[in-house]
């Protein structure tokens, strides 16, 4: 990512930040949408699920400038989802359904250079969350 792409999703998520819960609400009807099978995935509240998601990308999003502070944290996640039963599949569901959110939720704030910061801001955490997974699973024989 680039400084500015950082800057970009700083600066854009701070406007989501204010309609958090209603962000998390379309998340997750967007993903359940985009793939219904994903649903028994989540055991618990979807809007107690909708609050701790909301609390993650605020972390990742104000640790991009820290990133080898984050980059733990974002491996441990990846190594639990696994265990959820996150596939590699699930993380392109997941993209497209954060960046119709982003979409909704910024109206025309969010601009092809800011849905472009966002996907490159994704794909990092996702490629880091894949890795740490798959070294868990190679490293337990899965």
């Known amino acids: ?9 700083q600066t854009s998520f701070a406007r989501v ?39 993650m990308i ?28 996150v596939t590699e599949r699930h993380y392109d569901t997941v993209a497209g359904a954060l960046l119709w959110t982003l979409e909704k939720g910024l109206g025309p704030a969010f601009t092809e250079e800011v849905r472009t910061a966002w996907a490159a801001c994704y794909g990092l955490l996702a490629d880091t969350m894949k890795q740490a997974a798959a070294e868990t699973s190679t490293a337990t024989g899965d």
């Open 58 to 85: 605020a972390i990742a999003v104000n640790g991009l400038d820290r990133l080898e502070a984050l980059l733990p944290a974002v491996q441990a996640l990846g190594r639990r989802h696994a265990g959820y039963g």
């Open 17 to 55: 930040v204010p309609i958090k819960e209603t962000a998390a609400d379309l998340f997750y009807s967007r993903l359940f949408e985009m793939d219904p099978s994903l649903r028994p995935l989540f055991k618990g509240s979807i809007k107690e699920q909708g609050t701790k998601l909301m609390a």
């Open 1 to 9: 990512m680039t400084p500015m792409q950082k800057a970009l999703v």
